[in-house]
């Protein structure tokens, strides 16, 4: 038969068993409980992280997008894009690289 582990410092009749067994459970729940809480506001704090950091991305980017999906943009030659433009663009490019590669981590960490 099965009996509760009793330590040196304390005695325990079959009546306070599952007083004890309570006791353990209820602590046992507690614990879990913040744990629980502290692992959900870390992960909140992460997502808000991680939402500011794509919304600064997004800042520069989706002008960029809407300036290549443009039917300007789309009908002209490739003669007509200036390289300056195009070095302008590869700046532009390495420039938010850090941005990028921060998004980047923050979604393989999690």
């Given at each position: 038969?099965?009996?509760?582990?009793?330590?040196?410092?304390?005695?325990?009749?079959?009546?306070e068993g599952p007083?004890?067994?309570?006791?353990?459970?209820?602590?046992?729940?507690?614990?879990?409980?913040?744990?629980?809480?502290?692992?959900?506001?870390?992960?909140?704090?992460?997502?808000?992280?991680?939402?500011?950091?794509?919304?600064?991305?997004?800042?520069?980017?989706?002008?960029?997008?809407?300036?290549?999906?443009?039917?300007?943009?789309?009908?002209?030659?490739?003669?007509?894009?200036?390289?300056?433009?195009?070095?302008?663009?590869?700046?532009?490019?390495?420039?938010?690289?850090?941005?990028?590669?921060?998004?980047?981590?923050?979604?393989?960490?999690?």
């Open positions: 038969m099965w009996q509760l582990p009793i330590s040196d410092d304390q005695n325990c009749v079959p009546e007083i004890i067994i309570r006791q353990k459970l209820d602590d046992l729940h507690a614990r879990c409980e913040q744990d629980h809480d502290k692992r959900l506001s870390s992960m909140k704090d992460k997502l808000s992280d991680f939402e500011s950091a794509l919304n600064g991305l997004e800042v520069w980017l989706l002008p960029k997008i809407s300036r290549v999906e443009s039917m300007e943009f789309m009908t002209q030659d490739l003669i007509q894009i200036s390289d300056a433009e195009i070095q302008h663009c590869r700046q532009e490019i390495d420039d938010h690289s850090c941005e990028y590669n921060m998004i980047h981590n923050m979604l393989k960490s999690s």
